[in-house]
């Protein structure tokens, strides 16, 4: 049976593509002693729950919302686990909560890494397919709603990717969660028309093949610790190279020496570890720092937080001056450079002043953006996916076709913008300045524009369903042809708008002024 045989090779994928993924990050942690000062329980490792919090917040499996607090998804929906599987541990998911600002960071990193992201692509939609199967999917040439949604992913059509996210949903809201989690996050890849499932798991297998071979070197923080003592009691090297006191720094014992020394420490010999660090000193002529785990900058070496990249990665401005990210952007308006493209995922740009720059399809999702200037900017498409714009100047921006899903624009000025084709599911709007703003065909399902200002918008063929305009100023609105079903209007103003052909089946009117208005709609 096909059914079953797509069924068996998602479950083979997930197995290996998690714990290939989780090796990776936990050999990258301790490798550049990432998160060693992180808080977490004596008996508990930081750099495993690192892993762990990464894998599964990368898989969808847990969820880290707004306010930095981490959720295990399953568990938030009420699903149950697939068989044979148990929930994430508790300290996992505290420890995301915990260093959740830092969990971002690392999942940023990835984006980086291109041949991962085509392993983690090929991965989500094996495991999201083979969960589609399992709870009653159709497998049918114009019924298979799980392929036709990872299509309308690439080149996301509302209309189409709400039905079948909805359909999707009535069967188990679990299916999508890795396929999401990774265009969140910036990590999805795009699929061929006809993804080929043997082709993703042979990758995958190939990943954690690769990893099976990696040798963790001393992923406990008690042995550090016991060695770094010994060390310190015996001064081996102790007086060349000191070692800071708070872990690993960049002058540690190479991966062969730990190896040794923690066989040495394990035999409760007395000086057993002086011994085998002595024994290497004379072979090589050196102790420590032969092969730093953190390797030190070259002089004039840039990092990535002085440089700019676009998404193909390509660096398109460096500035080895610059303070910050935002002294950096700031530099690249001022030298007249086009930021068309450029990645600036998650980057804090909060008051910086844009106004008139060129963001032509620019990665800004989950950036800050408080308070900015951006002012007849060029926004076309760019990717603000949960971008903080609260209080910005959007006026006369040009924000077609960007996306703005779940973004906080929450008292921003968007007057005159054009929003035409936008996304903005499940945005926060409230009280947001959008007179006269361009909504036409835009899609802002679930979002909250409670007592937005609306006033002679173009809202043509707008989709807000189920949104909240609980107290809006939609005075002279064009709604024609508007989807607002189970949309929320309650004493909202509509004098004088147009609601010629809009859908308003199960939509709260209660309250609302309706006076002078054009035909009510269905």
């Known amino acids: 049976m096909i059914a079953e ?24 942690f301790v490798n550049e002693a990432t998160f060693n000062n992180c808080a977490c329980a004596a008996d508990k490792e930081p750099w495993y729950l690192a892993s762990g919090a990464v894998m599964n917040t990368v898989f969808g499996e847990i969820d880290l919302d707004y306010t930095g607090s981490a959720t295990h998804y399953r568990k938030r929906e009420g699903a149950e686990p697939p068989v044979a599987q148990n929930w994430i ?118 990943f954690a093949e690769e990893m ?81 785990i953190v390797q030190p900058k070259s002089p004039g070496a840039l990092s990535d937080s002085l440089r700019i990249r676009n998404r193909a990665g390509e660096v398109i401005f460096m500035l080895e001056s610059a303070k910050d990210t935002a002294d950096l952007v700031r530099a690249a308006v001022k030298a007249n450079i086009d930021l068309g493209s450029a990645n600036l995922a998650g980057a804090d740009l909060h008051g910086i002043d844009l106004s008139g720059a060129n963001l032509n ?71 947001a300045n959008l007179r006269s703003a361009n909504l036409r065909e835009a899609l802002a399902y679930e979002a909250n524009l409670h007592e937005a200002d609306l006033r002679k918008a173009d809202m043509r063929d707008i989709t807000l369903r189920g949104a909240d305009l609980e107290r809006a100023n939609l005075k002279g609105a064009d709604l024609r042809d508007a989807d607002l079903r189970d949309a929320n209007l309650r004493g909202a103003d509509l004098n004088g708008s147009d609601l010629r052909g809009a859908d308003l089946d199960g939509t709260n009117l209660d309250d609302a002024n309706l006076s002078d208005a054009d035909s009510l709609g269905t």
């Not at 054009?418 to 409230?430: I, K, M, Q, S, V």
């Open 5 to 28: 045989y797509i069924v068996k090779v998602g479950a083979a994928t997930e197995q290996d593509a998690k714990l290939a993924l989780s090796t990776y990050l936990l050999h990258r």
């Open 89 to 206: 541990p508790t300290d996992t998911v505290q420890f995301a909560t915990d260093n959740s600002r830092q969990i971002r960071e690392e999942i940023q990193k990835l984006s980086r890494e291109y041949k991962l992201q085509e392993i983690l692509t090929g991965a989500a939609f094996n495991i999201g397919y083979a969960r589609y199967i399992k709870a009653g999917g159709s497998r049918g040439i114009f019924s298979n709603q799980f392929i036709t949604h990872v299509r309308v992913l690439a080149n996301f059509e509302p209309e189409l990717y709400l039905k079948t996210l909805e359909k999707i949903r009535e069967l188990d809201p679990w299916i999508l969660r890795p396929l999401h989690a990774l265009y969140h996050y910036n990590l999805l890849s795009r699929l061929p028309r006809n993804p080929n499932e043997r082709d993703y798991l042979t990758a995958v297998q190939n």
């Open 212 to 292: 099976s071979r990696i040798q963790i070197v001393m992923p406990e923080r008690r042995k550090k610790e016991a060695l770094e003592s010994s060390l310190a009691e015996k001064g081996d090297c102790a007086t060349d190279r000191p070692m800071e006191k708070n872990g690993i720094d960049a002058e540690y014992p190479t991966p062969e020496q730990m190896n040794e020394a923690w066989e040495a420490y394990k035999s409760g010999k007395p000086g057993a570890i002086a011994e085998v660090l002595r024994k290497r000193k004379k072979e090589r002529q050196i102790c420590l720092a032969a092969s730093p």
């Open 361 to 431: 399809k620019a990665t800004l999702r989950d950036s800050d953006l408080h308070g900015a200037k951006l002012y007849r900017a060029n926004l076309d498409r760019a990717d603000l996916y949960e971008a903080n714009l609260r209080c910005a100047n959007l006026s006369d921006a040009n924000l077609h076709g960007a996306n703005l899903h779940g973004a906080n624009l929450r008292d921003a000025d968007l007057h005159r913008a054009n929003l035409e084709e936008a996304t903005l599911g499940r945005a926060l709007l409230y009280r």
